[in-house]
Nanobody, 126 residues
């Protein structure tokens, strides 16, 4: 039974930083691809980043390139999203999602992910 739990959201001023965590259980960490998504009120959920726990491949949506960095820790079965130079446009609920063994080639496709966390709120004030 795969479970994902996000944490690390909060309120931050524009230009500040936050680090989100996604801790997994109930699966073999190295067999999965993990993605971060975000959803603002009234908007579609969009892909932000992805990491393959098997080979370390990563991917980022253009709007966060150079500002966000995804990483993983096999020992704790945790995927992190380090968010720097935050902008008000980054305000959203952030979700992590996992799928078995597909890599990051199609990381932006929501239907590729079988397991989702509950989300953590990120609010960036101007």
């Amino acid at each position: 039974d795969v479970q994902l739990v996000e944490s690390g959201g909060g309120l931050v001023q524009a230009g500040g930083s936050l680090r989100l965590s996604c801790t997994g259980s109930g699966f073999t960490f190295g067999d999965y691809t993990v993605g971060w998504f975000r959803q603002a009120p009234g908007k579609e959920r969009e892909a932000v980043s992805c990491i393959s726990t098997e080979d370390g491949e990563t991917a980022y949506v253009d709007s966060v390139k150079g500002r966000f960095a995804i990483s993983s820790d096999t020992a704790t079965k945790t995927v992190y999203l380090q968010m720097n130079s935050l902008k008000p446009e980054d305000t959203a609920i952030y979700y992590c999602a996992a799928t078995y063994g597909v890599g990051c080639a199609f990381y932006s496709e929501r239907t590729f992910y079988n397991h989702w966390g509950q989300g953590t709120q990120v609010t960036v004030s101007s």
